[in-house]
Every structure is written in C-alpha cells, then in structure tokens.
C-alpha cells in the first residue's frame, strides 16, 4: 500500500542518442590499414628516443599522477560493490539506562524490587542489508566501473601524449644538432672567405668596406651558433623533465638528420577511431556511467527495503551477561521505506543526472569531432611538407651553384662582395629552412601517429589489481563498426 502511493519519477524528455555516423574515408583514402595499431616500440627505430620513452614511462610524474588515479577509481569501484553485500558487524554497547517511575516498565520493575536505574550490557553480531530491488545500487557500481575504465583509458590518453611530446622534442633535438652543424659549416666558409676578402684589400685591389662587412656576417653566424647551443640546452632538459629526471645529456642518433625518412603512413578508416582512440573511449565510457546514473536516480523513487537482525547477549547484570538462554538476545525486522516527502530533493539529482547524461553525449561526439580533424589536418600537413620538401632542397642546390659561382668571381674579381655576401646569406637561410621543414616532416608523422590512437599500446601498464578489466566497452564492436560505417 505505501509502494502505491510513491510517485512515479517525473516525466522529462531523455537525453538523445549519441551521433556516430562519421564520414567513410579521411580526405578520399581507401586504405584500410591503421599505423595507429602499431605498438610505439616498433614505429620508432631509434633505440635512444625508444629509451628515452621507456624511462618517461616509469618515472614521469604526471603520468603516475593519473595511474593513482585509476586506483582511487578502482577503490570506488570496490566500495560501490559493496553497499549492496549484508554488512555484519561485531559491536558491544555498556550503558546505564534509568526508566520513568510512570511508565509500564518502571511499575513492572518496582513491583519486582528492581531500582529505577539499570546497567545495561549488550554485545553480539549486527547485519543489515538492503535489498536491492531496482537496482539502483548495482547500477552505482557499474557506473563506477565504467568510470574506472574511463580513468584507464585517460591514462592511455596521456601515454599517447607522453609518447608524442618525447618524440617530437627528441627530433627537434636532432634538429638544432643538424643547425649548429650548418651554422659551424658557414662559419668555417666565411673565414676564408674573409681571409680572401682581406687579401684583395691588402693588395689595393677593393676597399675596406668588403673585409668590414664579411667580418659583419661571420659575427652574426657566431652568435647565432650559441643560439643554437642554448636551444639544444633548453631541449634536453625539457626531455629530461618528460623523463621524470633531473638534467643530464641526452644520447641521440648521429645520423645525418636529413637522411631520415618519415614512416609511410595509413590511416585507415574514421570508424577505427572509436577503438583506437583512448579520448574517445574514454568518453564513451563516460556516457554510459552517465546513463547508469540516471537508472540509480530514477530507482529512488521507488520504496527501498531492507533487513536488519542481530544475535548476542544482553543483560542488566554483567555477571549474568553470557547466561544460556536467559541472557541470549536475537532479533530480524524488515524495513520499507518509501520517498513520499522529500520529493524536491529526489527529483533534483534526477534532473541533474539526465544533464550529465546529455552533457557526456556531448562531449563524447566532440571527441569523435575533433579525433577526425586532427587525423584530417594531419594527413594534408604530411602531404603538403613532402611537396614543399622537395622544392625547398632544390632551392638549395641552386643556392649552393650561386655561393660557388659568386665566391669564384669575386676572388677573380669580377664580382662585387655584396653579391658574394648575399648568396652565403641567402643559402644558410635555406639550409637552415630545409632543416626546420625536415623536423615538421617527422613531427607530423608523430602527431599524425598520435592522432590515430597510436602509442598506448604496449606501455606496459596494465588495469589496477581487482577489477576484471574484460568489460565488452573496452572491446572494438564489430557491429558498431559496422553500423558507424554505414
């Protein structure tokens, strides 16, 4: 009868399903082939950036931030499972209980020639349980799995994150190694080309101004080399700090770096980014805690029910308090509590949870929404670089014909020194541009790895202990697939 009189969970529009559908191909590629499947281990040859990453892995400190806080998550979980387990406790409760002279039991007690003021003692097992009828406990605690899992897959995130930062840091590294091998290079030319210049004016064949503005350029290009050097300083301790460690040089490749070749890339299609992507899954596992929350609001509405019992011994007379049966106590009673009163505070958390429902779709199409332009913007980017590369290197054989031609006209003195001056000017710029457009090459094969879910696999890092990480939302859904492609 009291079940009858609660009323029903207020009827609200239910937020929208989330959009999949998602475009067939990124800019027209059919290739079904995903590098973000390869492990991060096998997509970076060189064994220093891959030691550089494996120490970064065990010691960076934002990283083991979010591992303990999959273990707070994964305690939540625990503690969630167990509000709908019977609790049983061991409890003792000494008193001193004194009862009114007109009452029932106090007539009672005075015609027995017992005082008005008792001792009581009370030891013995409590349990309580609530019954989980609706589901509303159990609902709790999937939503807490699910958000564990969600915190698993933030951490993968950030692995991607880390994965990408080093590496990208560690080509830049070999890049300003490339500059100042440049710059070093020129230097070495200018000098004798301002010995030559010197000899001209020793020899009353040009003025001074010649001999005064190589000298000019060669301190430009010497300060400009410890430029570099400060770069490569600040490089490696940033490498350092991804590392978890304190500064220390950085061993890299001695590679030529121009020689390096970005890895051919595939990039699948847009529906491997709901499995690939740790962001995405992690949003995905979001909204389904979301709606598992609105399912433990909705169930509050109805009646709880519950059991309460205990078994013990109880006594006015501590020397009587284990006295069998005189002193044995035991008890069950059924509980059933029904909402009917506080019906504002009910129907708030219920609104509030199906806004976070609607707020995790949301933010979980944002996350499918951004994983496709980042792949987009990406794979234009690697096309548009290896095009301009190519270009870019000719300019500089070009430059190095005009350098060489100037230098031998000049030292002839057939060629004005402003020529020569602006030939070497114009081919260090040059060279120093193919060198920055060589490390954009290879830091977009790296963000466009990153963008394709690529380098949480094979971390090593594995599920914190005592939660079942075999939850069909960490799988890819072939029919999901399936559907999202359709």
Not at 69 to 78: G, I, K, L, P, S
Not at 119 to 134: C, K, N, T
Not at 234 to 260: C, H, V, Y
Request: hydrophobic residues 40%; contains cysteine; glycine residues 6%.
């Amino acid at each position: 009868m009291t079940s009858g009189c609660v009323p029903k969970p207020p009827a609200i529009a239910t937020p929208r399903a989330p959009n999949r559908v998602v475009p067939d191909s990124f800019a027209g590629l059919t290739d079904t082939r995903n590098s973000g499947m390869i492990q991060w281990r096998d997509f970076f040859p060189d064994p220093h950036l891959v030691a550089l990453v494996e120490a970064a892995l065990k010691q960076n400190q934002e990283l083991n931030l979010a591992i303990q806080e999959t273990v707070v998550a994964n305690a939540e979980v625990m503690a969630r499972r167990g509000e709908y387990l019977p609790k049983v406790g061991f409890g003792v409760r000494p008193g001193v209980e004194r009862v009114g002279e007109f009452t029932s039991q106090g007539r009672s007690d005075e015609a027995n020639g017992i005082g008005p003021t008792l001792q009581r003692h009370e030891f013995g097992l409590y349990a309580s349980w609530e019954i989980d009828v609706w589901g509303r406990l159990r609902n709790l605690a999937k939503a807490a799995s699910r958000r564990y899992l969600a915190s698993v897959e933030g951490r993968n995130f950030m692995v991607t994150r880390l994965v990408a930062d080093i590496s990208s840091r560690y080509y830049e590294l070999l890049a300003l190694d490339r500059q100042l091998q440049v710059v070093t290079d020129n230097i070495a030319l200018q000098e004798r080309a301002l010995e030559a210049a010197r000899a001209q004016f020793e020899a009353g064949r040009t003025t001074s101004v010649g001999p005064a503005r190589f000298e000019a350029t060669l301190r430009a290009m010497q300060s400009s080399r410890y430029t570099i050097q400060q770069r490569i300083v600040e490089t490696e301790n940033e490498l350092n700090f991804l590392a978890g460690r304190f500064p220390q040089a950085i061993e890299r490749s001695k590679t030529n770096f121009l020689d390096l070749q970005p890895a051919a890339m595939a990039v699948g299609v847009p529906a491997d980014l709901l499995a690939n992507r740790p962001d995405v899954r992690q949003a995905e596992l979001e909204l389904a805690a979301a709606g598992l929350d609105v399912q433990a609001a909705k169930a509050a509405f109805y009646p709880s029910l519950g059991i309460e019992s205990v078994i013990g011994f109880q006594s006015y007379d501590v020397t009587k308090l284990v006295s069998t049966p005189d002193s044995l106590l035991f008890g069950m009673f059924g509980r059933a509590f029904a909402p009917m009163l506080n019906r504002k505070g009910i129907q708030a958390d219920y609104y509030s949870a199906n806004s976070r429902e609607m707020q995790a779709v949301l933010r979980y199409e944002r996350a499918v929404l951004v994983a496709f332009v980042e792949v987009s913007n990406r794979v234009s980017l690697t096309r548009n670089l290896k095009d301009s590369y190519g270009l870019k290197l000719q300019q500089v054989a070009r430059l190095a014909q005009s350098v060489e031609a100037s230098t031998e006209l000049f030292n002839s003195a057939r060629a004005d020194y402003l020529e020569v001056l602006t030939a070497r000017r114009e081919l260090l710029e040059a060279q120093q541009e193919v060198v920055e457009m060589k490390q954009r090459q290879m830091a977009a094969m790296v963000t466009l790895y990153q963008a394709l879910g690529g380098g949480w696999r094979g971390s090593g890092l594995t599920p914190a202990e005592g939660t079942p990480d075999a939850d069909p939302l960490r799988k890819p859904n072939p029919q999901q697939k399936k559907e999202v492609r359709n």
